[in-house]
């Protein structure tokens, strides 16, 4: 094998027994919890959450590059989930406020006229 592939024996048995640097050891350890991680939230987070959660559950100062590499490398993608709308819908049995001002906004004394906005207000 090693003729074919035009490679001396001698280098291969030294590959096959060299110790894993400490950059190989922290990128396996990072692979595996990516893993878990993607697992335990069910597959929602991307890179950017991923690597935030990481970092506070386990103390560790991961960039968003390194997780992004590493899920690529395991071919992990999060869910897209539809964007939620929210929006007031008027009731139907409700009843609009009259117009009194009539857009004449400008006020010959002060304390004349009030005007406020009450979208935001929950009521009933």
């Known amino acids: 094998m090693c003729q074919c592939l035009g490679v001396k024996r001698a280098n291969y048995y030294r590959w096959l027994h060299h110790e894993r640097s ?57 869910r897209i989930r539809q964007k939620r709308h929210n929006c007031t819908v008027r009731a139907k049995d409700a009843k609009a406020a009259p117009n009194v001002l009539n857009r004449d906004f400008n006020a010959a004394i002060p304390n004349e006229k009030w005007v406020t906005d009450v979208t935001e207000f929950k009521y009933g």
């Open 22 to 78: 400490q950059f190989d050891k922290r990128w396996d350890l990072l692979i595996e919890t990516v893993r878990a991680y993607h697992e335990t939230y069910d597959h929602k987070l991307g890179y950017r959450m991923m690597k935030d959660y990481i970092n506070h559950d386990k103390g560790t100062a991961y960039t968003e590059y390194q997780v992004y590499k590493v899920m690529r490398y395991l071919g992990l993608k999060s």
